[in-house]
């Protein structure tokens, strides 16, 4: 019978931990005594941190091309070029759509190379906090806290400060169930609920509950246990396809010459409509990645988000008025955006002068009134 181990990212150098689902409920084991088999599955839980954890509606497509069409439907929430993220997809919802889970390719690189350091090259890699229920919660996972409000399941840093991790849990319809005191006590929840097993045994128990999981390891980074495939029960389909082929290329060689003269003709006036934007600036042999680059440069001096909270929250005065709403970081440019609530007009113009004073840019967007409450917006930058 096959069994699923569950284990945290390996740290090199110290020893793993399992966790194994048995009649007795979830019990965790170490690597000596576990005995894997060949067999086995092996599930270890990445920090969703590091992952972005969506849910979206996607045609009936492909693999690859299901990838591409939802790297795209969510080119407004990534913070990097669509082209630069690594995409996985899971299998479909009840509710129609499919979880999409997207990371830097680099990251994955390193830890499949943790992975196989570790001798578990056939692991899967799963986002912890993908594995949570749909009731609104939120749970304690050391360095990082993870959430499931408003339909969205995802992870931030702990050291975020309390009133933007209430401001997150106000996020959801329902009251949200923290995990243990601590986190109880920076929610300002009464109650918490605290739970019998260690962290590895409650997300383990988690995955084992919740619909199948997404693994990240997708594309190219999929292990050799999953790209296998029975080449003698797909022969006469593979026949039949090479036939197809043989029809279809038969038909479409004619077609290449006059395509490859008008992408020759593509390029030129590309290359000329460059030459005009960029005047003085060499052509490059890779004219959309120059343009893109071009667009989307990564600011050199970016504000870090921790230092921009911490500026944030120091600037507002303890008995002031002012509280925050919600924050947006943009990691591409280094900017926070920030929705606060002022006493009244020109409080924000005292905050702006304040923050102005350590250093840095901000600026103020258009300040409203409503509900006897003064609206507005505040980004922070580095100073340029």
Known sequence: MTRCLYAMLPVPGEPIEFALSTDKGMSLVSADTVDIDSSDEI???VPATEVGCFEVRLPNQGASELRRSAAFALEDDLAVPVEDAHVAIGQ?????????HIVDPALMEEWVSI???AGLKTARLVADASVLPATPIAFDAGPHILFSVG???????AQLPDDALRALANKSDAPVIASGDRIARRLGVTEAHLSSLPLLGQLAQWAEDSPPLTDLRQGAFVSRRQAEIRIGAWRPALILAAAAAVAFLSVTALETHSLSRLAAALDSQARATYAAAFPGAAIPANLAAAVRSQNTAPVANRLPFLEATAL???????DGGITIQSLRYDRATGRLLANLVYPSFGSDADLKNALEANGIAVSLGDSRQQDGQVLGDLTLEAAR
């Open 115 to 117: 992975l196989n350091a």
């Open 151 to 157: 339909g969205r399941r995802f992870a931030v840093d």
């Open 92 to 100: 479909p919802l009840p509710d129609g759509s499919r979880p999409v």
């Open 312 to 318: 944030l929250y120091e600037a507002i005065p303890d």
């Open 43 to 45: 599930v270890v839980f």
